[in-house]
């Protein structure tokens, strides 16, 4: 697999990798941040260009550097988001919701459209979305595939990739902020692992007849949907990457099903199946191969593969869940894409691209909490679960990547300040309710919509800057040509130090004429919501009766398990040492039919205390972190 040749990057630009980490229903956090980051670069690529009234007086103040966005990737919502990037760009037409007043309604917006009207107003059912949630339409077939019904996630994916026009015409009017050959990755994680193979044989095993030894198997369950916008162009089959095409099937049809899959929330959303007509055998080998050695971005033929891949079982369809299962920030994928095309280090002096996470629920170790062992079985076995889910996720090439210092890294996640030294303790309301919180309350989701706005907005005034200092000629190529009237303007000073961003907002340029300060500590929506639980109670009628079914299906699911076959060698067993009188047979068939009757009238009780439980641990945590409206007197 021969590396590609490394492309110079010209001293006036700046690349950028975006990753978006999952989110469950805090993806309207995320949609907010790209939602700025849009914004800012669409209203920097007019005033360039000189098609914005709003600059015609301050030309002499725009920067005339690039950023460009060379890949972005994300796993779970942060998949979909990812998604809804690479549309919102190839869209063509910019409409960021600048406005926190009124409470949903159709925006034109992607972000705002999707994550926080959700399936609200769905001009065909235009119920909650929490309570379509509920619906028993899905358990029809007789099979439960998750706790919640997952057809409004069909229904937002229907609309979002409900788009016209050609690909070819897209690309080609693509902003210069925008590759025209950008990557994209989404994170799976199958349930049926690929079997790799390492021959352990030696050289006379390998000869023709002799005793073959076996080889050593291991199973990769993380595989990725790895998209290339080919300059518009049509690849010559789907074996290396998929066409990043939302406008023809069936690439359109690919790209859905890998949104949808990529979220598909463990046993809470459906999961969603793969056959060979959306990933050829040779594609899953390649992407395996691509996560293992970290060669996203690098060309290979198709049947260049560097593994054994006798053991490949053909045609490989596979179900899938949740990618961040496995791989919730795939920052590792996107920066080899930046790697591949541009090196370790394309400039010693100066660092020429970057990352950019964006995380609604970082992780934070904490050194000051206690250890406490397990000291039974039960405890064992729930820190036996914790460690392997957190051993799937080791990072072990990027800590080392970490420690490079040949590209740039930024992290957006989720801050609010009540006051300048007051930190809210829970910024983001969608982190509620194990991340669901969002889908209870469409306020949840506005709030945090906004709150990544913000959070943008901040990042990229104050945080994603270099260094700037004249005097001892410490200055970034792209800031080269900067007057002295633009670095005032945009100048953040932070210890005795001067910063200079490497996106510039010029809003900052819009407040500045309007006589404007925008605090860093201000926020379109000041006050956290509160959920009124009344509408969440209002739903226990149908949440009983979704768990009643799920248990009758559950129960049907039982009672047809397949017994032994008669004249098996251990039925032979059986019936030697546990031969069933009369008397046996008819305590068995009492016995089932006991448990069916019990079953029966016990099944709604039942359904009625797993309702009450999960209300009571939903209202619970809602309490806990501050989100709940206090019940009236």
């Known amino acids: 697999m021969a590396d590609d040749v490394k492309t110079l990057i010209p001293p006036d630009e700046f690349h950028l990798g975006i990753t978006m980490a999952g989110a469950v229903s805090a993806g309207c956090y995320t949609g907010g941040v790209?939602?700025?980051?849009?914004?800012?670069?669409?209203?920097?690529?007019?005033?360039?260009?000189?098609?914005?009234?709003?600059?015609?007086?301050?030309?002499?103040?725009?920067?005339?550097?690039?950023?460009?966005?060379?890949?972005?990737?994300?796993?779970?919502?942060?998949?979909?988001?990812?998604?809804?990037?690479?549309?919102?760009?190839?869209?063509?037409?910019?409409n960021a919701v600048k406005n926190p007043s009124g409470v949903?309604?159709?925006?034109?917006?992607?972000?705002?459209?999707?994550?926080?009207?959700?399936?609200?107003?769905?001009?065909?059912?235009?119920r909650k979305t929490f309570e379509k949630a509920w619906d028993l339409n899905d358990l029809?077939?007789?099979?439960?595939?998750?706790?919640?019904?997952?057809?409004?996630?069909?229904?937002?994916?229907?609309?979002?990739?409900?788009?016209?026009?050609?690909?070819?015409?897209?690309?080609?009017?693509?902003?210069?902020?925008?590759?025209?050959?950008?990557?994209?990755?989404?994170?799976?994680?199958?349930?049926?692992?690929?079997?790799?193979?390492?021959?352990?044989s030696t050289p006379i095993g390998r000869l023709k007849g002799a005793n073959v030894a076996p080889s050593h198997s291991t199973f990769e369950h993380l595989?990725?949907?790895?998209?290339?916008?080919?300059?518009?162009?049509?690849?010559?089959?789907?074996?290396?990457?998929?066409?990043?095409?939302?406008?023809?099937?069936?690439?359109?049809?690919?790209?859905?099903?890998?949104?949808?899959?990529?979220?598909?929330?463990?046993?809470?959303?459906?999961?969603?199946?793969?056959?060979?007509?959306?990933?050829?055998?040779?594609?899953?080998?390649?992407?395996?191969?691509?996560?293992?050695?970290?060669?996203?971005?690098?060309?290979?033929?198709?049947?260049?593969?560097?593994?054994?891949?006798?053991?490949?079982?053909?045609?490989?369809?596979?179900?899938?869940?949740?990618?961040?299962?496995?791989?919730?920030?795939?920052?590792?994928?996107?920066?080899?894409?930046?790697?591949?095309?541009?090196?370790?280090?394309?400039?010693?002096?100066?660092?020429?691209?970057?990352?950019?996470?964006v995380d609604p629920f970082p992780d934070f170790a904490d050194k000051q909490e206690p250890y406490s062992p397990p000291d039974d079985l039960i405890s064992m076995v729930l820190a036996l679960v914790r460690t392997l889910r957190d051993q799937s996720k080791v990072k072990r090439t990027e800590m080392l990547e970490a420690y490079s210092n040949s590209y740039l890294r930024g992290v957006i996640f989720p801050v609010k300040w009540k006051a300048r030294n007051d930190k809210q303790k829970y910024p983001i309301a969608c982190e509620s309710v194990a991340a669901f919180g969002g889908f209870l309350d469409i306020n949840f989701r506005h709030h945090d919509f906004f709150l990544g706005r913000n959070n943008a907005r901040n990042f990229f005034r104050f945080y994603f800057t270099f260094e700037y200092n004249k005097e001892q000629n410490i200055i970034h190529p792209i800031h080269k040509n900067w007057t002295d009237e633009m670095v005032n303007i945009f100048k953040v000073t932070r210890g005795g130090k001067t910063y200079l961003p490497i996106i510039p907002d010029l809003?900052?340029?819009?407040?500045?004429?309007?006589?404007?300060?925008?605090?860093?500590?201000?926020?379109?929506?000041?006050?956290?919501?509160?959920?009124?639980?009344q509408s969440l109670f209002d739903l226990r009628g149908k949440m009983e009766d979704r768990f009643q079914k799920m248990l009758e299906l559950s129960m049907d699911k039982l009672n047809r398990k397949k017994s032994q076959p008669k004249g098996s060698a251990i039925d032979k067993y059986m019936q030697v040492y546990y031969p069933k009188s009369w008397w046996d047979k008819l305590k068995g068939w009492a016995i089932d039919k006991s448990i069916g009757i019990v079953f029966d009238l016990t099944k709604g009780g039942l359904a009625r205390s797993i309702t009450q439980s999960a209300l009571k641990w939903m209202v619970s945590d809602l309490e806990a972190k501050g989100f709940l409206k206090p019940p009236s007197k």
């Not at 390649?286 to 490949?312: H, P, T």
Request: aromatic residues 12%; glycine residues 6%.
């Open 223 to 357: 595989t990725v949907s790895y998209y290339k916008l080919n300059k518009g162009e049509k690849p010559a089959s789907q074996d290396n990457f998929l066409w990043l095409n939302p406008f023809e099937a069936p690439y359109v049809d690919t790209l859905r099903l890998a949104t949808k899959a990529t979220g598909a929330f463990p046993l809470g959303l459906s999961f969603r199946e793969f056959t060979k007509k959306d990933f050829t055998d040779n594609y899953l080998k390649n992407i395996a191969e691509k996560i293992i050695f970290r060669s996203f971005g690098k060309q290979a033929s198709s049947d260049e593969f560097l593994l054994n891949w006798k053991a490949f079982p053909t045609p490989f369809d596979f179900i899938t869940v949740d990618g961040g299962t496995l791989n919730n920030e795939p920052f590792g994928e996107v920066l080899s894409i930046l790697k591949s095309r541009y090196g370790d280090s394309v400039n010693e002096k100066h660092k020429q691209y970057g990352l950019i996470m």
């Open 104 to 126: 949903g309604g159709i925006r034109n917006n992607i972000f705002y459209d999707s994550w926080v009207l959700l399936d609200d107003e769905n001009p065909k059912d235009k």
């Open 507 to 533: 809003n900052l340029i819009i407040e500045r004429n309007e006589k404007r300060n925008i605090d860093p500590y201000s926020y379109h929506i000041k006050d956290m919501p509160a959920f009124d639980p």
């Open 34 to 94: 790209m939602d700025y980051l849009f914004e800012i670069l669409d209203l920097w690529e007019r005033a360039k260009n000189g098609n914005s009234n709003e600059f015609k007086n301050d030309v002499d103040k725009i920067p005339q550097h690039k950023v460009i966005i060379d890949a972005m990737g994300g796993a779970s919502a942060g998949g979909m988001t990812t998604s809804m990037s690479v549309m919102y760009a190839l869209n063509g037409k910019i």
């Open 140 to 200: 029809k077939e007789g099979k439960v595939k998750s706790i919640l019904n997952s057809a409004f996630i069909d229904s937002i994916a229907d609309r979002t990739f409900n788009t016209s026009g050609g690909i070819k015409e897209k690309v080609e009017s693509l902003p210069s902020y925008i590759s025209k050959d950008l990557e994209m990755i989404l994170s799976h994680c199958m349930l049926r692992g690929i079997p790799m193979e390492v021959d352990f």
